[in-house]
């Protein structure tokens, strides 16, 4: 006979592997906006496109052994969704991006950046990257309040119970609900713009690389290792751009999106109960399916409406913006944390570091002059 403790114990293990399933599928209200777009606007191919994705959460499962998400570049994404990149130029400028990012986790200059950049402008760049995910979310849910609203009730369960499988049954009803739309013919189409431009290239990475190396890397290793302590000795801001850059480096010539390590990744799936290894096979598998099974399994994502998704997104970014190192910040800090967080959710991550390392210097400056006696100077 099974005893009391027995079934208790394997009652957690499902809800926790439940829980795994359903954190899996958290960061779809980022991935789905630029790859539907990109693929039925024929710039890219669905096929190598989510072959991508698949490889690069088998690599995260294997080499990171945790949640660590793959997404895709959203500078590129929206380079590519106004026209900006043509096919070829994207596999281009994805290559470069993953050479510099080899080059640079080779060296030790990148992790001694990362550990000088100061703690108050860490938590507000990844404050206002948070901000920046829930103002994109509420244009998508305004599209349909009347499903954006119920998936938001249901995705709120979360907080009551962390590990539940809510974005899965958020997602699975938003399919059954969904009309039963045919594929759209972008996605059967060729990639279209093989012409290359080096002033689009030249463009394209220097719009990226800044934003991939302050959220996909800096900001990424510090929220990897406040989400899971347990696998902190395997992420390092060396090892996120170094398995970024091989991704990038193997796999946009080969047609697939160029990818990188978000920190609001990461919490849309620690989010909705993503806490180990299972979380990424399940990725992986769901978009070897989408790959190897063809359009109707691209079809079934196309049809998840958008009110949906934007749900999806502002859990995402309510996660990264109400850290737990937010709250934890000494009180003279956190004007620093609220002035690099609205520059970012204004000007964007380059324009947030500059901001929050100035405010870093003027609290320095000013916590140094009452150390001292001096008084700061009126303005």
Same mark, same amino acid.
């Given at each position: 006979?099974?005893?009391?403790?027995?079934?208790?114990?394997?009652?957690?293990?499902?809800?926790?592997?439940?829980?795994?399933?359903?954190?899996?599928?958290?960061?779809?209200?980022?991935?789905?906006?630029?790859?539907?777009?990109?693929?039925?606007?024929?710039?890219?191919?669905?096929?190598?496109?989510?072959?991508?994705?698949?490889?690069?959460?088998?690599?995260?499962?294997?080499?990171?052994?945790?949640?660590?998400?793959?997404?895709?570049?959203?500078?590129?994404?929206?380079?590519?969704?106004?026209?900006?990149?043509?096919?070829?130029?994207?596999?281009?400028?994805?290559?470069?991006?993953?050479?510099?990012?080899?080059?640079?986790?080779?060296?030790?200059?990148?992790?001694?950046?990362?550990?000088?950049?100061?703690?108050?402008?860490?938590?507000?760049?990844?404050?206002?990257?948070?901000?920046?995910?829930?103002?994109?979310?509420?244009?998508?849910?305004?599209?349909?309040?009347?499903?954006? +609203?119920?998936?938001? !009730? &249901?995705?709120? @369960?979360?907080? *009551?119970?962390?590990?539940?499988?809510? /974005?899965? %049954? #958020?997602?699975?009803?938003?399919?059954?609900?969904?009309?039963?739309?045919?594929?759209?013919?972008?996605?059967?189409?060729?990639?279209?713009?093989?012409?290359?431009?080096?002033?689009?290239?030249?463009?394209?990475?220097?719009?990226?690389?800044?934003?991939?190396?302050?959220?996909?890397?800096?900001?990424?290793?510090?929220?990897?290792?406040?989400?899971?302590?347990?696998?902190?000795?395997?992420?390092?801001?060396?090892?996120?751009?170094?398995?970024?850059?091989?991704?990038?480096?193997?796999?946009?010539?080969?047609?697939?999106?160029?990818?990188?390590?978000?920190?609001?990744?990461?919490?849309?799936?620690?989010?909705?109960?993503?806490?180990?290894?299972?979380?990424? +096979?399940?990725?992986? !598998? &769901?978009?070897? @399916?989408?790959? *190897?099974?063809?359009?109707?399994?691209? /079809?079934? %994502? #196309?049809?998840?409406?958008?009110?949906?998704?934007?749900?999806?997104?502002?859990?995402?970014?309510?996660?990264?913006?109400?850290?737990?190192?937010?709250?934890?910040?000494?009180?003279?800090?956190?004007?620093?944390?609220?002035?690099?967080?609205?520059?970012?959710?204004?000007?964007?991550?380059?324009?947030?570091?500059?901001?929050?390392?100035?405010?870093?210097?003027?609290?320095?400056?000013?916590?140094?002059?009452?150390?001292?006696?001096?008084?700061?100077?009126?303005?």
């Amino acid at each position: 006979m099974t005893s009391s403790s027995e079934k208790r114990s394997r009652r957690q293990t499902l809800w926790a592997l439940g829980g795994d399933v359903s954190g899996a599928f958290g960061d779809l209200g980022t991935l789905l906006p630029y790859v539907i777009a990109a693929t039925t606007l024929g710039v890219l191919a669905p096929r190598p496109v989510f072959i991508g994705f698949a490889v690069g959460y088998l690599l995260v499962a294997l080499l990171y052994r945790a949640p660590i998400a793959v997404q895709p570049m959203k500078a590129l994404g929206a380079m590519m969704l106004v026209g900006g990149l043509t096919a070829g130029e994207t596999a281009l400028v994805g290559t470069t991006l993953g050479l510099i990012l080899l080059a640079l986790a080779a060296t030790p200059y990148l992790g001694r950046a990362a550990r000088a950049l100061p703690q108050s402008v860490t938590v507000g760049l990844q404050a206002g990257l948070g901000l920046m995910l829930v103002a994109l979310a509420l244009k998508m849910m305004a599209t349909g309040w009347w499903l954006a +609203l119920p998936a938001m !009730a &249901a995705l709120g @369960l979360s907080w *009551l119970w962390p590990r539940g499988p809510w /974005a899965l %049954l #958020v997602v699975v009803a938003a399919l059954w609900l969904a009309p039963g739309d045919t594929l759209p013919a972008a996605m059967n189409a060729t990639p279209v713009g093989d012409g290359i431009s080096p002033t689009s290239v030249a463009g394209g990475v220097l719009a990226q690389l800044p934003l991939t190396l302050l959220n996909a890397v800096v900001v990424a290793a510090a929220v990897s290792h406040s989400l899971f302590p347990g696998a902190a000795a395997r992420v390092s801001e060396r090892r996120l751009a170094a398995s970024s850059g091989l991704l990038n480096l193997v796999l946009t010539p080969l047609g697939a999106m160029p990818m990188c390590h978000g920190a609001g990744g990461m919490a849309a799936h620690y989010r909705f109960g993503a806490r180990s290894l299972i979380a990424p +096979l399940t990725m992986a !598998a &769901a978009c070897a @399916l989408a790959a *190897l099974q063809g359009d109707a399994i691209v /079809a079934w %994502l #196309v049809a998840i409406p958008t009110p949906v998704v934007g749900a999806l997104l502002a859990f995402a970014g309510i996660e990264l913006t109400l850290s737990k190192r937010l709250f934890d910040a000494r009180p003279d800090c956190r004007p620093v944390i609220g002035a690099t967080a609205v520059a970012t959710l204004i000007g964007g991550a380059l324009v947030g570091l500059v901001a929050g390392l100035a405010s870093e210097r003027l609290r320095r400056h000013l916590v140094h002059r009452r150390a001292t006696g001096v008084p700061p100077r009126r303005g």
